[in-house]
């Protein structure tokens, strides 16, 4: 009798435990190359948080955009700017409910090195001449958004022609850090955050933000996604252990 008891006990406790088993879940988020450092920190909390799993694929916005839109298995798309997000919802690929801007950043010129010297920003910056023959490296300049904020940037000031043919243009803009940070470019023009996490670059100028379009972050849920944990993760972004990881990589935070 007491032997068929214990035997019952633990039936119990194993019936007792498969909801929690049951109830973890995964969820697939596509975000810009730029949050590569920040959303390594948010997934790795979230999960601690919740056990439910994230897999995070890191690259250029236009490029997970059109992933999406040849029907890549993405819950959560977190762009670099509204364009490629504004694309997706006008062709009902996102959930547009589910949409809030979520970052800001700031876009910086770069060089090789731990001490360079720091520039002013205007017109009269010789910025070709600052390159000394060598490449000006950013994020594609009609695709990433690094890229198109950078070129608005120098458009604006007068200085693209100047060094069009001079710009090196990588896949997405930890790409384009990387160039400087080895020295295969003396500058470049990334993100402020991006600045942050290479020891091997020093950022030498912030461009005034008037210069190129108001740099923000959009997320939504992915009109396709079928996880259960979708939701749970948008809300965590927008939390407070969510918000001291964003933070502490140099972005600011639109979202409460």
């Not at 920040?38 to 997934?43: E, G, L």
């Not at 800001?104 to 910025?127: K, R, S, T, W, Y």
Request: hydrophobic share 50%.
């Amino acid at each position: 009798m007491a032997a068929s008891l214990r035997r019952m006990t633990f039936a119990a406790a194993a019936i007792t435990l498969l909801p929690a088993a049951l109830a973890a879940g995964e969820v697939t988020v596509f975000a810009a190359a730029s949050l590569t450092d920040a959303m390594r920190d948010v997934a790795g909390r979230f999960e601690a948080e919740t056990g439910h799993d994230v897999t995070l694929s890191l690259a250029g916005s236009s490029a997970l955009a059109r992933q999406i839109q040849q029907g890549a298995p993405a819950d959560v798309y977190i762009s670099a700017n509204a364009g490629w997000m504004d694309m997706l919802e006008d062709d009902g690929l996102i959930d547009a409910a589910t949409r809030f801007d979520l970052l800001g950043n700031a876009i910086v010129l770069i060089a090789h090195g731990q001490d360079a010297a720091p520039v002013e920003i205007g017109p009269d910056l010789d910025l070709g001449g600052m390159l000394g023959g060598g490449r000006l490296a950013m994020a594609l300049v009609e695709a990433v958004p690094a890229g198109i904020y950078g070129k608005a940037a120098l458009e604006n000031l007068g200085l693209w022609d100047d060094v069009a043919l001079q710009v090196a243009q990588a896949g997405n803009v930890r790409a384009a850090l990387s160039l400087v940070a080895t020295g295969e470019a003396p500058m470049g023009i990334v993100y402020a955050t991006d600045a942050t996490a290479e020891d091997d670059v020093t950022a030498v100028a912030t461009f005034p933000a008037e210069l190129h379009p108001p740099i923000d972050y959009p997320a939504a849920a992915v009109a396709s996604s079928g996880s259960p944990v979708t939701g749970a993760f948008l809300d965590f972004l927008r939390s407070a252990p969510a918000r001291a990881a964003f933070e502490a990589q140099g972005f600011t935070v639109m979202s409460e």
